[in-house]
């Protein structure tokens, strides 16, 4: 008989519908049977595409002994991480300070009050791997609940007192560019120099670290910045954790070559490859971070775009034919689709061969040069990109026939703020007005879908409010789709979600984000998450959201708040970098010399857009951009609206209309205004 999960919209809940388990959503009925029942909670945490969440699924939910156990001894809650972010929040940071490790699936014990005692991740269905199999292990709490009460509730208060200590104190003034040349000293310690990354294996993208990296390039402080970019682009471009037949990026390797990926694919990471690849391209002109850019967005519409509207969250790595079995393939299988010669040019392009490099099939790559495959071959280069692009458009309509991965239907806000940002930033970068057309879409339904009465929703079709990650993601994501089109709606709305986000999650006392409201029901501490892992923290978004609102409109306040947000990091985020990357953006941004550039034009005038493309088609992440619409009341735009140089007049507009004039002062200096895309390069260093 299904359980209560049944009437959950979480995809990731209802794969559990079925289990013998009786499962809780979270909420009054279960923490109340709890108290009533005295009984230790089980709080299972996890998502709808993680591997070895359904592993541990099918060994220990779906058996009904395990079951059993579970049903008399615990009150069993499931929840998804990516609903209830605040929950993960809190009871992984206890698993890791008992542990010291965490990832999913979460498994947590805790008391009625809701305090943690004991946890871990995946636990196997026997003893194995170090691990206590999971039947053994809860038999062992439900012992230590019953006869070791002290002991239990002990422990339980110590992590609580951990998860309730402030994870940084501040440590004085904003530093320099010193500051950001220890915090490249130690990414140079920890990368990987032939495969890129930081660390061995598994090997996650990081792209807030790599943005660091190419802002610390444009900042001058270089000293190898820019390669460690570029050999990890690179690499990651042409292995296996780049899916190089559909397009996007899977979550991560399992080794340090990026061969082998952990198959599921998250909006959240397509989304910040999209923004980073599309700045490399800016910095190198490597027309390759272009096709990347292309074909993981292609990826983004094709298999995530929400039919009403928005992203889906993710794709399941797992299919019918079991673990990234929708990715791999054996040469017979290839040339089955393309024929002896095609197939065999195919295979040896993108590295599928026999025995393959997964379970006996291969995950394609493109480790080989182009032109030493095209010499083996006997044909020239420009030759093979062409035949090998033909062969790979017949394979994806081949493959797209086969058992597909299930897809994580959630539409939430955050997330679909990163992708407004890479969408917004890869038609800047490109001059693409279809990335254009498609972001503006995205900003206007999210908007309208979860933007109501002041409150920020954090999923389309939940009435549940955002978290500060929601607020600080989409705001960003309109900053980035104003500065790409110069449309004062977005940077209206931007201020907006900047305004609320500072009255709901904002301490003065403690001078801090926290990641939910004040007030919040059943939480045993407000959750503060600081680090930038696959996600950037919404503190540390929020913070350099709050800088260039400031930088825009003149606002001391703001500043200043986002400077007490920043001081905690000036030596933690320097001497961690790994953890703090996009900190480390804000803190570039926060002690920049000054950028500014001022364009007085209606954005849809062709000589407002030659401008805008003149501007955005370099890499200045610390320019400070406005417009006409939007900014009226913009230091930046004092005394220039309508007063543009004699000699700048438009003929084309008429004699008493002035052209769309650029404004660009650096280092507290003002250049000569000029109307002239080029000119304004030359201004920009272009």
């Known amino acids: 008989m299904p359980n209560r999960l049944r009437h959950e919209t979480s995809p990731y809940l209802r794969q559990h519908a079925n289990n013998p388990v009786d499962w809780y959503p979270w909420g009054e009925e279960a923490l109340n049977r709890a108290k009533q029942e005295d009984k230790p909670i089980l709080l299972s945490i996890g998502y709808s595409t993680c591997h070895w969440c359904h592993v541990m699924a099918h060994e220990s939910f779906e058996q009904p002994e395990t079951a059993r156990l579970m049903n ?18 809190i009871y992984m940071e206890a698993v890791q300070a008992l542990t010291g490790q965490g990832g999913w699936p979460l498994t947590v014990f805790l008391t009625p009050d809701l305090k943690p005692f004991y946890g871990g991740t995946y636990f196997p269905p026997v003893d194995r791997y170090g691990l206590p199999g999971f039947p053994r292990l809860l038999a062992e709490v439900t012992e230590d609940y019953r006869q070791k009460r002290r002991e239990t509730r002990s422990m339980a208060d110590w992590l609580t007192s951990q ?45 807030a670290q790599q943005e660091l990296l190419l802002r610390l390039h444009a900042r001058g402080l270089d000293d190898g910045a820019l390669a460690m970019v570029e050999t990890t682009l690179r690499q990651m471009a042409a292995g296996g954790i780049h899916d190089q037949i559909g397009g996007g990026f899977h979550r991560y390797s399992v080794d340090s070559q990026w061969t082998v990926p952990h198959f599921e694919k998250m909006l959240y990471d397509n989304a910040q490859l999209v923004r980073l690849y599309a700045h490399a391209y800016l910095v190198t002109g490597e027309e390759d971070y272009g096709d990347v850019v292309e074909d993981t967005l292609s990826y983004l519409f094709r298999e995530l775009r929400a039919p009403a509207g928005g992203f889906y969250a993710a794709q399941d790595a797992d299919s019918p034919g079991g673990e990234g079995a929708f990715y791999v393939w054996t040469p017979d299988e290839v040339k089955d689709v393309l024929g002896e010669s095609e197939g065999e040019l195919a295979c040896r392009y993108f590295g599928v061969d026999e025995p393959g490099n997964f379970e006996g099939k291969s995950i394609p790559t493109r480790r080989r040069k182009a032109g030493a495959v095209a010499a083996e071959l006997g044909i020239d280069e420009e030759e093979l990109r062409a035949r090998a692009g033909a062969a790979r458009l017949a394979l994806l309509a081949s493959r797209d026939q086969w058992p597909r991965p299930g897809i994580d239907t959630k539409v939430l806000a955050g997330w679909n703020g990163l992708a407004l940002s890479g969408l917004a930033e890869a038609g800047a970068a490109f001059a693409e007005e279809d990335y254009l057309r498609e972001a503006r879409e995205l900003a206007s339904y999210l908007l309208a879908e979860l933007f109501t009465g002041g409150q920020l929703l954090h999923q389309v079709g939940k009435p549940a409010g955002g978290f500060l990650q929601d607020y600080a993601f989409l705001a960003e994501g309109l900053l980035d789709l104003y500065g790409a089109t110069l449309e004062g709606e977005w940077l209206t709305a931007a201020r907006r979600l900047a305004w609320e986000l500072l009255a709901r999650f904002w301490s003065e006392r403690d001078n801090c984000f926290y990641d939910v409201e004040a007030g919040q029901q059943r939480l045993i501490v407000r959750p503060r998450s600081l680090h930038d892992n ?16 400031a930088a825009i409109d003149g606002d001391g306040e703001r500043r200043r708040l986002a400077e007490s947000a920043l001081a905690p990091l000036a030596r933690a985020g320097t001497r961690g970098p790994l953890r703090f990357g ?85 280092n507290f200096t003002c250049l000569p205004p000029t109307a002239d895309s080029e000119e304004l390069r030359r201004l920009l260093g272009g």
């Open 72 to 89: 008399e001894d615990f009150v069993s809650i499931k929840v998804d991480r990516e609903e209830r972010p605040d929950l993960d929040a």
């Open 163 to 207: 998860l309730k200590q402030s994870p940084l104190r501040a440590s004085g003034q904003l530093s320099d560019a010193d500051s950001l040349r220890l915090a490249l000293h130690n990414l140079q310690a920890a990368f990987d120099q032939t495969y890129g990354g930081f660390g061995e294996q598994p090997k996650f993208p990081q792209p």
């Open 582 to 666: 996009y900190w480390l953006c804000a803190f570039d941004f926060a002690t920049a010399m000054p950028q500014e550039l001022a364009i007085v034009g209606a954005p849809d005038e062709p000589g407002t857009r030659e401008l805008l493309a003149g501007a955005r088609g370099l890499y200045r992440p610390n320019l400070v951009l406005v417009g006409q619409e939007g900014s009226e009341n913009s230091p930046l735009l004092a005394n220039r609206l309508g007063a543009a140089p004699a000699s700048l007049e438009s003929e084309w507009r008429g004699d008493t209309e002035s052209a769309p004039t650029a404004y660009y002062c650096a």
């Open 534 to 549: 696959a996600l950037p923290s919404g503190a540390s978004v929020a913070t350099l959201v709050l800088l260039r609102l």
